[in-house]
């Protein structure tokens, strides 16, 4: 069964560095998502992607924040200078539309010292 | 935009007893809504869905029933297991009708945990 993969599954990195987050969305997939998850909190939503460019932002994606889909396979999330409230499980999603159920990885827990 | 309400956790129960955890939503029209769960260490796995009015949705013995009138979608499991303990999130679109890309909104989560 296709599946969203993450990687790196654990990624540690010092405030100030930039950081990326690779995510493989299911192949027919046109919709691609980024969400973080603080340590006990709920699932956010951070950024949907569609056609090769942003479609919404939440508030959190701010300048620091950036996404890309470099190869027709790859989406990537990057982090230009880290902050250590940026610490999170953060989680890619794809789907078919816009309307139905969200596909998720097993996430990237990023930690930031 | 819309938005869901789900009842504050954690929950506790022994194998075997009724589960109920409760969610309302606020939407525009009538969109998708969906149970999303979280083993400890996992990601998110859908857990069911439903996509239309008095729809229910089901799997692993869970059964949620996309009730219009009192904007409501309740998970529900008759006989729990240990393995059955996870997190449970409620969440639909954000935004039904008109442009809409997707964006899921999230409860805050129920920690259900289930002794033997």
């Known amino acids: 069964e296709p599946e969203v993969t993450q990687t790196p599954s654990h990624q540690v990195t010092q405030m100030g560095q930039e950081v990326i987050l690779r995510c493989v969305p299911i192949?027919?997939?046109?919709?691609f998502y980024w969400y973080r998850q603080i340590l006990g909190q709920k699932v956010e939503f951070l950024v949907s992607f569609y056609n090769n460019e942003i479609s919404e932002k939440s508030e959190i994606f701010d300048d620091q924040f950036s996404v890309e889909r470099p190869d027709g396979s790859n989406f990537t999330l990057k982090i230009r200078s880290t902050k250590l409230e940026d610490s999170a499980m953060y989680f890619c999603?794809?789907?078919?539309?816009?309307?139905?159920?969200?596909?998720f990885g097993p996430g990237t827990r990023l930690t930031v010292l | 935009g819309n938005s869901v309400t789900q009842m504050e956790g954690p929950v506790t129960l022994s194998e075997e007893a009724f589960l109920t955890i409760n969610c309302t939503y606020t939407?525009?029209?009538?969109?998708?809504l969906f149970w999303y769960v979280q083993y400890p260490g996992e990601g998110l796995q859908l857990l069911l869905k439903?996509?239309?009015?008095?729809d229910k949705g089901s799997n692993k013995g869970f059964e949620a029933t996309y009730r219009k009138e009192t904007t409501s979608f309740h998970l529900e499991k008759g006989s729990v297991q240990v393995s059955d303990s996870a997190v449970y999130f409620c969440a639909l679109p954000s935004n039904a009708g008109g442009t809409s890309y997707g964006k899921l909104t999230f409860g805050q989560g129920t920690i259900l945990t289930v002794h033997p």
């Open positions: 439903a996509t239309k009015a008095d």
């Open positions: 999603a794809s789907s078919v539309d816009s309307y139905n159920e969200q596909f």
């Open positions: 939407a525009t029209g009538y969109p998708s």
């Open positions: 192949s027919n997939h046109l919709y």
